[in-house]
């Protein structure tokens, strides 16, 4: 991990609310796993103060610039406008420097290669479901994503994970687009099908909450990417912790977000203190 | 910033004494921001700031609070961390190895919940020999007497230094609440208790709310206000402190850019310690201490002690 | 800000009513940042804020300080103007003319260098049949006591109020000083006192230095810190302060949008003054009072009461 | 006077570190007086916070855009890039929306139609001797203009003040144009030359000061523009106080730069007082 102060390669909205940027970031391919997350710093100026957390969409390379020059190696990160600091980003422009700081976290554990491969997205929460998927295709796992959000304007990038060779399911709570209804929905109905699958899911937490009494019932493994608000990333401010299982008064427990997790095994998370949270964050890791 | 050659310019020389401990140049991390030193060492040289402040230890390993415990506010951030910390025990089984290992000065700041408990982890700070100081962190409540503040009043204040004093056998750095009328009354209160040094401000209490859930922004209602938006005051309050004592003042509150620690050191601070801004920057010290350096070249100052206290009326 | 128009929808009722003074809404700037309310008139309509509080009066003009009176800081201001003002006789006659011409109700702040001076400046407030109500500034220094500023002594604030409430046959807000270490003690002092209201917070202290020049950046070295920065403090010590005293509450800090005043009205204020934003936009205040209605609109509330405290834990 | 809540016309680099802004101000011209100022609010998010005073450089009207619409009217200022402010508004451009308050102040009394008038500008002090200028002219006066700078770079809008019939006298202190030397030593020549003069400046105080003294010797009327620290330019936050001749610490005379001034006529300023002050504001009102 390693504070970039790079530059913006490019910087598009995918669909309303939603942009796409690419930031230079030589050596950050090598080093991120699915699932890990980068702080953003928007601008040299205040506000915002603290920097921005952000799932990696993915990491790649461009063709280079000119013959003799190495490809450019890029970290692709997905936002969506909430807030402050996510107004500013959706202002910039190629060329506009920025500071990332990555990768960092705790990602997916995609070691087990046996059973199908459930994904289960909400809205911003694609987003480090992505270049988990292609881990997963490349260790020879089938792959089913089930893709939820409110309208369609939540669903993007179906073609780059149907291009990994990713099954999709979509559903949106009005119907706008692929089935009417809750993702949980289509999830139950997987398992049904496949009771020895692994299922990975990031976005808002009751959608999260759900999948976890959904995989409870059928006794299926599942790893959740978190949100918490974040000040440093790097396990220094303990602002962003969860509480584990087992988490009592007398003998707590409390997991950093940023470098316990974000991905977490369900098991090790306190699944009450979660529901009470009041982790307004939208979106997801 | 203006590249510094040997050959070109005579480094001036940053070096400062706090408390009997040499520094090769005034700059640290504030407790609480920097973790246990270990989280940051990927992206600074860990031997060229002034010294490492660890997060405040107890006793005990402490839970803190429940979350949300940070917030942004206007130029600031809120906290309500509650002081978790794995305790002394862990800190000398699972920090100290990495610590040890670090050629920079190591400060262990610490608090207890009661005046015995502060009295206890002061002895077992005794056991690190690698141990250069101990800053002791009296802004937290009075279990005993009702929750109050052991910083708020002075005589709790000069009662828990003076134990602490009796205690411990490494130079003490008391560390000041700004949350009070009047900072010079408690900073004379811990000199004469035995304070080698004293380091203000920690952070100032405020609150936020969500207008739309009309709930208070940290779970703990309220916390510490850090960052730029507090430097006046914490400006005002380390000038206050060092027209009045004659320890060492380590000046802290909204340290960003090297301007800022200049500011603090023109006043009087004999140090600085800079907190949220290494999570904006985690080099943020490295620039600082590359732009005071500069700073003292442009002005022609070979030695820091020539701006420390400079301030003209 | 949407624009509400009568036939769609109910406008909801921002009425207050602060110490037997009803208000149209909760919104009326913080004295020094208004002038005489005179300054302002090409820019707003006095008819729809909630009422006007004027500059701070004493017995006799005041000069106030040499300059730099005024420095920028990040988020904030520091200002040392030392309460310059014409007067409570030029007062009288040179700018009650005018105000007595809007249909707003007006608000004098005022103080006194000694205790004395605090009541004979109330007994000529009684002489102005269209004031209000009168605003008491407690954070000035006390001269016979050595210069210890009123309001950071529980004992001295009350006398100082006893004494003013005895003379003054006007609803008394009392305005608190932040720099104290527990301010619901000042509060409860004060409305023991007499205080029919309370408002909080004044400014903060604090100091800014130019590090080229190394001279603090106001004359006087230390001044009243104001504007966004210091918000999250103001707003913790409203919400101490409405939990401690049973009279109103007005909240002031760093109010610059609809948002922020909804802030304080939520912790429980009764009403809110906004001053620095009033340099940022003459109107300012404006857009604070149509984003509170628009708010209540869309929240669906119709009586600011349903507002004022409804802070959930 | 009011807030305009308006839009840039145009934004550029008139010498290097100076920019000419003209922002759209319908109704300003037919209220702005020769040495009345603005207080303009460079964006409405922090930083900066407060705004900042700039003199009006001229009122005017440009072509309308279609026929059968009014011209445009516009308020242009002047402005060195000095600190924050400064930099943030050199990058603002066509379109982007700012908000002048204005006019505001007491410019220069120009009731006076006899004698030769003189005029000392020194770097940005030369903004408000423009408007001046052209009154003056207007009046059927004969106007002289002193321009002052460090080097070059700091005289600008020479051609503009020749079209309306001023003469102009360079002055710079390192000779790269017009005479090598401080403008004072111009004035001297002037004075002796015009006994009868009026003098009207604009410019750092150490200028003012020196400009000041030589009005004193030779018995010249002498107006000034000042510059103080300000926060609301509208006399409600008595900041940008000066003192007064015969101001004492028993009798103290405070007059507020921004209602009373920025012009004052020189007896009524405490000079020995504004030698001391520490007003490192750079340029000029
Ligand atoms: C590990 C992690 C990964 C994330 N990945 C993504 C992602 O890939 N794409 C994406 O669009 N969003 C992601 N988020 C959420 C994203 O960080 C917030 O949406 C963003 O910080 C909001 O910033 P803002 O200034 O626009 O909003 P603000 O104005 O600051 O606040 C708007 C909302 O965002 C929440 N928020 C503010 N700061 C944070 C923070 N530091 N952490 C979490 N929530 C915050 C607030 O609670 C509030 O509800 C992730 C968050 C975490 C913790
Ligand atoms: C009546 C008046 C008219 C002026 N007219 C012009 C003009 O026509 N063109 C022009 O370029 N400048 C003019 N100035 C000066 C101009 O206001 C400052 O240069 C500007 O405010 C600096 O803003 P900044 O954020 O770039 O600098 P900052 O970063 O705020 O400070 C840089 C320097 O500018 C000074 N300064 C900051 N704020 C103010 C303020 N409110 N008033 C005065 N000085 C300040 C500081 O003391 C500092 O030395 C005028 C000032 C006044 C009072
Ligand atoms: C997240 C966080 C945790 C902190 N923890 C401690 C602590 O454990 N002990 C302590 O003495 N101060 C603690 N502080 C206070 C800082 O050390 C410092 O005094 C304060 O943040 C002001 O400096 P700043 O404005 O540079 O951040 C903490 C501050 C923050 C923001
Ligand atoms: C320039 C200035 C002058 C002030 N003068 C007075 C005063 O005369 N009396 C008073 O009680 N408060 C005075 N105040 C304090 C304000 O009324 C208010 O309490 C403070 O500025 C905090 O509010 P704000 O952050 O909205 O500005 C002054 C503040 C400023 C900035
Ligand atoms: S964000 Fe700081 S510890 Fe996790
Ligand atoms: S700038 Fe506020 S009174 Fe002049």
């Known amino acids: 991990m390693k504070n970039y102060r790079t530059k913006i390669i490019s ?54 610039d000119c013959d003799g020059l190495p490809p450019i190696e890029f970290v692709e990160i997905v936002y969506k406008v909430v807030g402050r600091g996510t107004s500013i980003m959706a202002e910039l422009h190629e060329g506009d420097r920025v500071e990332v700081l990555g990768p960092l976290g705790n990602g997916f554990d995609c070691t087990s290669r046996q059973g199908e491969k459930i994904l289960v997205g909400g809205g911003i929460g694609l987003v480090p479901l992505y270049m988990l998927a292609s881990e997963l295709v490349a260790n020879g796992c089938k792959v089913r994503l089930l893709m939820g959000g409110r309208t369609r304007d939540d669903i993007f990038a179906v073609t780059e994970f149907e291009r990994l060779g990713v099954e999709t399911y979509i559903s949106t709570d009005d119907g706008s687009l692929g089935e009417e209804g809750l993702v949980t929905r289509v999830l139950e109905r997987k398992l049904q099908k496949y009771p020895d699958a692994e299922v990975f899911s990031c976005g808002p937490l009751p959608m999260l909450n759900a999948v976890h009494n959904i995989c409870l019932t059928y006794k299926t493994p599942l790893q959740v990417s978190l949100e918490e608000s974040m000040a440093c990333g790097v396990g220094a401010c303990l602002g962003c912790v969860v509480k584990g299982a087992g988490h009592t008064e007398e003998n707590p427990s409390y997991l950093c977000t940023c470098t316990v997790g974000p991905v977490f095994k369900s098991q090790y998370l306190d699944w009450s203190s979660l529901q009470q949270t009041d982790n307004n964050c939208g979106g997801c890791a | 910033m203006k590249a510094v050659t040997e050959t070109s310019v005579k480094r001036p020389d940053l070096s400062v004494e706090i408390a009997g401990i040499k520094l090769r140049n005034p700059v640290m991390p504030a407790s609480g921001t920097f973790g246990y030193g270990e989280e940051y060492a990927p992206f600074l040289d860990l031997e060229k700031i002034g010294a490492i402040v660890t997060k405040g230890l107890s006793l005990k390993p402490k839970a803190g609070n429940p979350t949300p415990r940070i917030a942004e506010t206007i130029s600031g951030m809120l906290n309500a961390i509650g002081l978790q910390n794995v305790g002394i025990d862990a800190f000398i089984k699972h920090k ?73 056998q490494k130079p003490l750095i008391v560390k000041l609440t700004p949350n009070v009328t009047d900072i010079t009354v408690v900073a004379r209160a811990v000199e004469e208790a035995g304070a080698d ?49 004659s320890v060492p003042v380590i000046g802290i509150g909204g340290i960003m850019r090297p301007m800022d620690a200049l500011e603090f050191l023109i006043v009087g601070a004999t140090a600085v310690q800079v907190g949220t801004a290494n999570f904006v920057d985690p080099a943020a010290m490295m620039t600082i201490i590359e732009g005071i350096e500069a700073f003292c070249i442009e002005e022609g100052i070979d030695d820091i002690h020539q701006l420390i206290g400079s301030l003209k009326f």
Chains 1, 4 share one sequence.
């Open chain 1, 11 to 64: 910087n598009q909205e995918i669909s309303p609310g939603y942009f796409r940027m690419k930031v230079l970031a030589p050596g950050f391919d090598e080093k991120a796993h699915p699932g890990q997350f980068v702080m953003f710093r928007v601008q040299r100026s205040l506000p915002p103060l603290l920097r921005r957390p952000f799932g990696i969409f993915r990491t790649g390379f461009l063709p280079a």
């Open chain 2, 96 to 168: 100290m190895p990495f610590l040890r290992t670090v050629n920079t000065p190591i400060i262990a700041n610490f608090f207890g919940n009661t005046l015995e408990e502060y009295g206890e982890v002061a002895k077992r700070l005794n056991d690190i020999p690698e141990l250069a100081a101990a800053e002791l962190n009296i802004s937290c409540p009075n279990v005993k007497q009702g929750g109050i503040v052991f910083g708020t009043d002075p005589r709790a204040a000069s009662e828990v230094v003076a134990l602490v004093r009796k205690h411990l």
């Open chain 2, 197 to 245: 040094a004293i380091a203000c401000i920690n952070t100032i209490t405020g609150m936020s709310v969500d207008i739309h859930t009309r709930k208070p922004r940290l779970a703990n209602r309220t916390g510490g206000l850090s960052g730029p938006a507090i430097r006046p005051i914490a400006v005002r309050m380390v000038h206050q402190v060092v027209q009045t004592v």
